[in-house]
């Protein structure tokens, strides 16, 4: 089983690699930006960001309701500070909601551009990438999490 590059998100931000790094390791800052537009807010109920640590969260929409409570969380492969996080899926019993079906990993990638800039790139690799093609859901879910990182950093 061979792993295939299934959809690439690149964001340039006006903000230097450790500011865009340090909204990704604090759960705190990343709660305020890491959701989409129909979402009040993200509730992160379990990040240890570390190697082997877990990541688990849901959305609460604009009703209030809890969205996404039995999504599968993911687990951190690999996490070489300033440059990458890698994350696997990590389900646990009751988990029902397979958001990218065959995901394998997601890698997302920092890159320091000139003078206080930073690229960000977002992989989502799957298996069997033959019968799939990233669908118009999944891009537009990362474009308002970046629009929302890049609001988030201008701060």
Same mark, same amino acid.
């Given at each position: 089983?061979? &792993? #295939?590059?299934?959809?690439?998100?690149?964001?340039?931000?006006?903000?230097? /690699?450790?500011?865009?790094?340090?909204?990704? !390791?604090?759960?705190?800052?990343?709660?305020?930006w890491?959701? %989409?537009?129909s979402?009040?807010?993200?509730? %992160?109920?379990?990040?240890? +960001?570390?190697?082997?640590?877990?990541?688990? *969260?849901?959305? %609460?929409?604009?009703?209030?309701?809890?969205?996404g409570?039995?999504?599968?969380?993911?687990?951190?492969? !690999?996490? /070489?500070p300033?440059?990458?996080?890698?994350? /696997?899926?990590n389900?646990? !019993?009751?988990? #029902? /909601?397979?958001?990218?079906?065959?995901?394998e990993?997601?890698?997302? #990638? +920092? !890159?320091?551009i000139?003078?206080? &800039?930073?690229?960000?790139?977002?992989?989502?690799?799957?298996?069997?990438?033959?019968?799939? *093609?990233?669908?118009?859901?999944? &891009? #537009?879910?990362?474009?308002?999490?970046?629009?929302?990182?890049a609001?988030?950093?201008?701060?």
């Amino acid at each position: 089983m061979s &792993q #295939s590059e299934a959809l690439l998100i690149e964001k340039t931000f006006d903000a230097p /690699v450790e500011k865009v790094w340090d909204a990704w !390791e604090d759960p705190k800052k990343l709660s305020t930006w890491w959701c %989409i537009d129909s979402m009040r807010e993200t509730v %992160i109920t379990e990040y240890d +960001f570390r190697p082997g640590g877990t990541w688990r *969260q849901h959305g %609460i929409d604009n009703t209030g309701f809890a969205l996404g409570t039995q999504n599968p969380g993911a687990m951190f492969k !690999e996490i /070489v500070p300033l440059e990458k996080i890698v994350t /696997v899926p990590n389900t646990i !019993e009751g988990d #029902s /909601v397979e958001v990218v079906p065959d995901l394998e990993q997601t890698v997302v #990638s +920092f !890159e320091r551009i000139g003078d206080g &800039q930073t690229k960000l790139t977002i992989k989502v690799l799957r298996k069997n990438i033959d019968d799939w *093609q990233p669908n118009e859901l999944l &891009q #537009s879910v990362y474009d308002q999490i970046f629009d929302n990182l890049a609001d988030f950093l201008a701060c």
